[in-house]
Every structure is written in structure tokens, then in C-alpha cells.
């Protein structure tokens, strides 16, 4: 029989006694912990589709439901999911789940497309596969067939003409808040407040709205409740073939629904401009750190124009900050995505960060501190123009300088946010000056060795600019003035001059 995604068991976990294979309800019972799959995106799309499947059968209506409900009951979600049963079958002859609702015509792709990171048409054609071999996957269980599409379907980057990418752009950015505990703690803090919604409102369960020249893209319905489509969306059209019970290919056709306008809720938005409308956030290459907090961890500064995913917000709401002083597991944020280039994966992010509770004075306190960072990073990246150049290879070696100021303020960033209770005043200076030994010590590491050998103007070009780093960070200047905005720090009076 093919597999059904919600009576049967199909999903790994980790539990506190070892690996299981369990069912979508069983994740509710005792001691289970974490997906366990093979790869870390695996694991995170798992659990955006546990969020989902819980917001479309069982969904809190508010905070107050919420808390009242923050204790597990397997038996309630067992009997809240199994109307969805019959939406949610892998294969067969009826609707599959995340497939396209006809029969699709051609031949099939080995079922290594379903990985966000294998090498496409092309790539294989030109033999350009060189870090990413095709072929890996030649066969699928239909459990991880199931993970993968699901995958695919909610990450999809672009994928040549008519391949739609994900209702969230190509390898959006997901933040999830984890309590600290059990499976089910995660995925409860992260289900969005609703109603039950049925299987009428898949988009597997009826025809494929797609997206041929001159049809219009798929709006969200003006309805008082976010659609569960937002969980399952259908950007790519796919068949599964199976061959006795393995999927061994993948049947694609272009121009599956092109989304526009809807908002994910556990992913980070931001408006290029004013009324430009609201776009989702995609990670960045490189490692994930504080400079990144302000739209994603925390909320940014008056004015900002990022949001943090709904469900951070929502968790601010149910949980305040004076409630999660005392105990004993401090929640933080999953940060992970695919970081893409076009259609290229180049890494895939997971980090954790604090999600911090603090009242409006210190929230105020840490974002000037970020916002004072970039600023300095800033500055440093242009002192250290004259000293690198501008060609393309050169741009690489300052962006690389650029980020290795971030890197070697992280820790004491994070110290900093530590020792918030110290005060602000004891707080912003202790960073100011973490800041500035850190941005002189790059700057002179790389630009004072040699410098008597340059030639005189190189040279006068290179001591003026570290002037005015110095500057800066004492205070001087309109760019210095800001940066002791930021850090709510006395700008220092200009001294007078002698009579």
C-alpha cells in the first residue's frame, strides 16, 4: 500500500531512549525530541510541516487557548488529524499529496531532483557537476520521497523557464522560537492562532491553478484566516513514479502556481521602499551572527523596514519576556535556509540565537548596539579602500576584512548583551571600546606593515584614514556623532582652542 502521511508511521525522530519511526500525532507522546533525518534541511522542513499539519487540524484560537493547551495530548491530536487522512496519500490513484492532480505527460527525472542541492538539467549536461554529483539518490524510500517533495515544494529555488520558485522566493529564510524540551514544544510555539481547516483546502485536491504567459499569479483570499495553503504550496508541478514501493523518478512539467503577495508565518519580510510591498528575507552566505539580529531575532529600530516571522511575534505575545526570567531553558531562535545564488545553492544556514527577554529600554540598548556595529564595520571597510583598491579581486579581500570584524566582535557582542543588567551607560562604553580595538587592530594589521615603502601620497591617504577610524570611535564628525546615537553615549565636547 502507498504510504499515507498521516496514519501511517513515516518520520525518524530522535526520543530519549533512541530512534523511532513515528506518525505525525505520535510526535505529542512522551520523550520524543527532534526529526531525525539525514540532513539538516530535511529536518527543518519537517518541522515546518508538522507546524502546518497542526495548524490545519488543531490550531489554537488564541493566547489564552494556547497556554491552555501547551501540555501535549496525543489522543486530541490523533482525532484532530485524522479527517486529513484521505488528502494525504503518497501514491495511488486518487489525489497524492504535494502532485499535481492529473497524470503528467513525459519522461521522468532520476527522483535526485527532489534535493535542492543536486545538479540540475544543464549542470549534468555540461559535466559542470563538480562539487555536487548527480546521480546520488537513484531510488527513494516513499518516506523520504514524502520529506523531500515537501522540501522542494516549500523552499523551490528557480529552475529554469516555467519552474516556479516557492511561495517565499528561492531558499527563504525560517526562524522558528524552540522553548528548549520536547518535539512538541517546538512545533506548538510556532502554530499560528486559527481555526480547523479541512482537505478542500489543498491545492492537491483540485486542478493546478498555473502559470502560462498571461495568467494571473495566486493571491491569498481576502478571508479573516490565514489559508493552510501558506503551509503547502504547489509551486512545482511533479509526479512521483514508483516501482514497487520505491519512487524511482519524478515526472515534471512547467508553469505550476505562481504565488504572490502571501506571507509565511514563520519566515522574516522586508519592504525595499515604502509601499514597494513586503518580501521575503533569504540568508546570507557566510555565518549568521548579531549583525543579522535586528528583523529576524528582534524587532528592528523605529522606522525599520523588516519584520520578524509572525510566529516570533506571536510567541512575544503568549509567552512575555517578564514570564521566561526564571526558567530553567531559555528559548532561542532556529535561523536556517538555503543560501542561494540564482539557482545555485551555495550553503545551507542553521544557527541558533538568543531570543532575548528584554523590556523596551534594553531592546532599545541592543539594537543601537547592532545598529552601531554595522555602522562602525562600515567605516572600517571604507578606511580600508585606499589600502585595498577597488578591482573585483580586491572588493573579495575587503569584503572578507569587512566580515572578519563582525566575526571577531561576536563574542563580546554577545558578552555585551550579557551584562545588559550592568547598566546602559557601562554597557555601550564597554562595546565602543571592544569595537574600536578590534577595528584598529585589522586596520593596522593590514595596512601598516610596509607603509614607509609606499609612495608618499598611498601613504598619506592610508594615515588619514585611520584618523579618521580614530575620529569615530571618539566621537568626532557626523559619523561619529551617530555612532554614539546609537549607544545613547555623550557625544564629547569639542575643545577649545588655545587664545
Partial sequence: MPLNLITDPWLPVRTETGRRIIRPDQIAEPGVLAPDWPRADLDVACLELLIGLVYMADPPTDAQDWEARRAPDPDRLRAALAPLADAFHLGGEGPRFLQDMETLDGAPNPPDMLFIDSAGGNTA????????????????????????????????????????????????????????????????????????????????????????????????????????????????????????????????????TEYEGWRHPLTPYYEPKAGAGWLPQHPRAGAFGYRQWL???MDGQTGDTTRRADALTAYDDRVPGIDRLDVDRQPTVMVAGWSMDNMKPREFLLSREPLLALDGARQDMVRGMVAAAN??????????????????????????????????????????????????GAVAEGWLQDMRRVALGIFD???????????????????????????????????????????????????????
Fill in 375 to 424: 555602522a562602525a564595520g562600515d567605516a572600517l571597510r571604507g578606511a580600508l579602500k585606499p589600502v585595498v583598491g577597488s578591482d573585483d579581486a580586491k572588493k573579495s579581500a575587503l569584503s572578507l576584512l569587512h566580515e572578519r570584524f563582525f566575526t571577531e566582535t561576536e563574542a563580546g557582542f554577545r558578552d555585551a548583551v550579557a551584562r545588559r543588567d550592568a547598566g546602559q
Fill in 125 to 256: 549536461k555540461n559535466n559542470a557537476d563538480l562539487f555536487v554529483r548527480r546521480g546520488r539518490y537513484p531510488a527513494l524510500d516513499p518516506a523520504l520521497a514524502a520529506m523531500t517533495l515537501f522540501t522542494l515544494q516549500a523552499h523551490a529555488p528557480s529552475g529554469g523557464a516555467g519552474n516556479r520558485t516557492s511561495m517565499r522566493g528561492g531558499g527563504p529564510l525560517v526562524t522558528l522560537v524552540d522553548p528548549g524540551g520536547s518535539l512538541w514544544d517546538l512545533v506548538w510555539a510556532n502554530v499560528p492562532d486559527g481555526t480547523p481547516q479541512g482537505p478542500e483546502t489543498l491545492p492537491w485536491m483540485r486542478p493546478t491553478r498555473t502559470s502560462e504567459k498571461g495568467t494571473t499569479p495566486t493571491y491569498p483570499p481576502k478571508t479573516n484566516q490565514m489559508p493552510a495553503e501558506v503551509f503547502f504550496g504547489m509551486p512545482r508541478r511533479l509526479r512521483l513514479v514508483f516501482e514497487g514501493n520505491l519512487v524511482t523518478g519524478v515526472i515534471q512539467r512547467p508553469y505550476g
Fill in 445 to 499: 594589521a593590514f595596512a601598516l606593515p610596509g607603509l614607509a615603502d609606499r609612495p608618499s601620497e598611498e601613504a598619506r591617504e592610508i594615515i588619514q584614514a585611520r584618523g579618521r577610524l580614530l575620529a569615530l570611535f571618539a566621537g568626532y564628525g557626523k559619523a561619529g556623532a551617530g555612532l554614539y546615537d546609537n549607544l545613547r553615549l555623550e557625544v564629547p565636547k569639542k575643545k577649545e582652542k588655545a587664545a
Fill in 295 to 297: 528583523g529576524i531575532v
